[in-house]
């Protein structure tokens, strides 16, 4: 399975409480941190309802 590389781009501030749940759920805490997880659907899914917090790449 493929490994994607995801890191929080922007604040969490004014976001809802599910995006940040979501961001916790990813490991993402912090601004400019980094965590990688394999590419399941529900890593997937999960990245794609705070997309617009994080970045992606394939690794």
């Known amino acids: 399975?493929?490994?994607?590389?995801?890191?929080q781009v922007k604040s969490s501030i004014g976001s809802t409480k599910r995006q940040?749940?979501?961001l916790e759920?990813?490991?993402l805490r912090k601004m400019n941190?980094?965590?990688e997880h394999e590419a399941?659907?529900?890593v997937v899914g999960m990245a794609?309802?705070?997309g617009h917090l994080i970045s992606?790449?394939?690794v």
């Open 33 to 35: 941190q980094t965590v």
């Open 20 to 22: 940040k749940a979501t």
């Open 56 to 58: 992606v790449e394939e």
């Open 1 to 7: 399975m493929a490994k994607i590389k995801i890191t």
């Open 40 to 42: 399941t659907p529900q």
């Open 48 to 50: 794609n309802k705070v």
């Open 25 to 27: 759920a990813l490991g």
